[in-house]
């Protein structure tokens, strides 16, 4: 089958189609669940899939309102579109919102990180000294970071590091992207600035634009403690009252499981993170709202921690690293730019990205709470008995 040379004035619902057709003759299956419609489609077999010849509906739900205070001051009652085929995780959710807005909502917090790219260089003669190589690094900086900026006037290199590993140097940029998450924009910018390294600092060889010290779509012990792309931070005490009424348990029963699962267990399994299913709540938002979803492993290695408060518990997560925007990529195909729309505040004084990272934090949050109150109740499976079949 050949499913890339197809005639020129085909639209790209009908490039979809004769694909879909060729694959059901072929294969003899029946693909007539995945045809689409223009007004599914926009621009996704331009712009975001090759060879496409369909699409796979997700279902979504919707948890909220969920008040939050921003980290500019506002308020805001969000409400939260959850792409999910898991029965209760919506519902979950749903009840940590009620809970949380009961509460005065959920205090939130982000930092601009930035996303990151390690370019792997190679020394080319071992007698060379690799201190002199990062020293010619550092003093051509200014340099070596114009040629990157010069790839996009939507990126800066906010700051960049140097590891040393006989016989490699990793230099790591990370970026600002503006709206964008801006993967591709950072792999462009530092794809430019290698080949100018290997012109003018004539040690070092470009061996991959891409070394792995940036840990993208990886979980790793370094993106967990210094943070990648956006961290945010969410936080809320909640009063034995609304533990007893919308959640059904106790501050003791809660801080009894927290410790339990959060501590103990996730220092026994030499845990990356210690939540209890933050990838959930992340993975259903970022499909939604066309985030680039395989960067739910970072999003993963989020920490929750439970305290006791004055008359209840005070929770909290910190998600060290959100890869999220609100331009390109998934974002502007139709359904996922409606999704964003309902969730981003235009009136919030706070970049559009951040914003969206912390509403992030809020939800897991929101979910973090329902969950350990369903394990400290004993109700996580019956719930799932009712709900998931």
């Not at 060290?320 to 919030?348: D, E, F, W």
């Not at 996580?380 to 009712?386: F, G, N, V």
């Amino acid at each position: 089958m050949d499913l890339r040379h197809l005639p020129d004035h085909l639209t790209g619902v009908e490039r979809c189609e004769r694909r879909r057709l060729m694959i059901e003759r072929a294969l003899k299956a029946d693909l007539s669940a995945v045809r689409v419609s223009q007004d599914a489609l926009g621009s996704a077999e331009e712009n975001n899939c090759e060879q496409m010849f369909g699409h796979v509906p997700i279902p979504v739900g919707a948890a909220g309102p969920l008040t939050v205070r921003f980290s500019s001051g506002q308020r805001a009652d969000v409400f939260l579109p959850l792409a999910t085929t898991e029965g209760a995780l919506v519902a979950s959710v749903n009840r940590g919102c009620k809970a949380l807005s009961e509460c005065d909502g959920v205090r939130t917090s982000s930092i601009r990180h930035g996303v990151t790219r390690s370019i792997a260089l190679r020394m080319q003669n071992a007698k060379c000294k690799m201190q002199n190589a990062e020293r010619q690094l550092h003093k051509s900086a200014k340099t070596w970071k114009a040629v990157g900026e010069a790839t996009s006037k939507h990126l800066h290199i906010l700051s960049y590091t140097i590891d040393r590993h006989s016989p490699y140097l990793f230099l790591t940029i990370a970026c600002d992207t503006d709206e964008a998450m801006g993967m591709n924009m950072v792999t462009i910018a530092a794809d430019a600035i290698g080949k100018w390294i290997e012109q003018h600092i004539g040690e070092l060889e470009m061996v991959t634009v891409a070394g792995n010290v940036d840990s993208d779509k990886k979980p790793s012990e370094r993106t967990h403690r210094l943070g990648r792309g956006y961290e945010a931070g969410a936080e809320a005490i909640i009063s034995e009252e609304v533990l007893s009424s919308h959640l059904k348990t106790t501050a003791s029963a809660l801080l009894k499981v927290a410790k339990a699962k959060l501590t103990v267990g996730s220092k026994v399994a030499q845990a990356i993170g210690a939540n209890l299913h933050a990838a959930n709540v992340i993975a259903a938002l970022y499909l939604a709202t066309g985030q680039d979803a395989a960067h739910v492993v970072e999003g993963s290695l989020a920490d929750t921690v439970v305290t006791k408060a004055d008359r209840g518990i005070r929770i909290s997560v910190r998600l060290p690293s959100l890869l999220v925007g609100v331009r390109g990529g998934g974002t502007s195909l139709p359904a996922q730019n409606q999704c964003l729309k309902l969730i981003l505040k235009p009136k919030t004084r706070i970049h559009p990205s951040a914003q969206l990272a912390e509403i992030i934090a809020a939800a897991v949050l929101a979910g973090e709470l329902s969950l350990l109150a369903a394990q400290a109740t004993h109700t996580l499976a019956s719930s799932h008995k009712k709900l998931a079949r």
